[in-house]
């Protein structure tokens, strides 16, 4: 019923820049935070941004200022706008929301994930 739907991946030249989009529905509990990991052929999953219901923003080492992440609460959507992307950021990038239910368990739910590639 959850679903995370991930959109503006594709291949861009080196220094190029991408937004991504991922827009939540069915939800019926409280969303904590929503954000983005990305994966690359041989490495683990790693954090690039998160933003919680507060507005924290959290962004991983690697950016470095590149990426800035947002949301429309509206529409329970959350972006990532990727400028000046180098070939390293080449990976599949998933959504993730995490929420919490009305006893506090902790919910979380990953997008089906959207590759970006960035050519030399």
């Known amino acids: 019923q959850v679903q995370l739907v991930e959109s503006g991946g594709g291949l861009v030249q080196a220094g190029g820049s991408l937004r991504l989009s991922c827009a939540a529905s069915g939800i019926s509990f409280s969303i904590n935070a929503m954000g983005w990991y990305r994966q690359a052929p041989g490495k683990e999953r790693e954090l690039v941004a998160t933003?919680?219901?507060?507005?924290?923003?959290i962004y991983g080492d690697f950016v470095k200022g590149r990426f800035t992440i947002s949301r429309d609460n509206a529409k329970n959507t959350v972006y990532l706008q990727m400028n000046s992307l180098k070939p390293e950021d080449t990976a599949v990038y998933f959504c993730?929301?995490?929420?919490?239910?009305?006893?506090?368990?902790?919910?979380?739910?990953w997008g089906q994930g959207t590759q970006v590639t960035v050519s030399s």
């Open positions: 993730k929301l995490r929420g919490s239910r009305y006893d506090g368990l902790r919910l979380d739910y």
């Open positions: 933003l919680t219901s507060g507005g924290v923003r």
